[in-house]
């Protein structure tokens, strides 16, 4: 019989998040924190990542030098809400472009 896996979680509420011009200040759900999450900085992709797809050539990323700590999913709705879909050829990447 193994050792069983023990994985820490805490809620967090009351939290706010600014998009990177600081221009929209959104409320978070309350939110769920672990001791680290499965994700590190080569997931972000970058302007030069997506320059090679015609329907995303015109995309500029700006170069986040941070920590990934959040992860915003379906419990964030309005903060996920498409503003502008690009949808390539099949098997290309598509792009959803959010409030943030």
Do not use: Q
Not at 13 to 30: F, N, S, V
């Amino acid at each position: 019989m193994g050792v069983p896996l023990v994985m820490h979680r805490y809620e967090v509420g009351d939290l706010d998040i600014l998009d990177l011009h600081e221009e929209h200040c959104l409320p978070l759900p309350i939110m769920y924190s672990k001791d680290r999450l499965p994700i590190n900085r080569s997931h972000i992709p970058t302007t030069e990542d997506i320059s090679k797809w015609p329907h995303l050539s015109d995309i500029v990323f700006p170069i986040v030098d941070s920590h990934i700590g959040l992860l915003l999913g379906n419990n964030a709705r309005d903060i996920c809400a498409p503003l502008e879909v690009r949808v390539g050829p099949s098997g290309s990447p598509h792009l959803t472009r959010s409030i943030l």
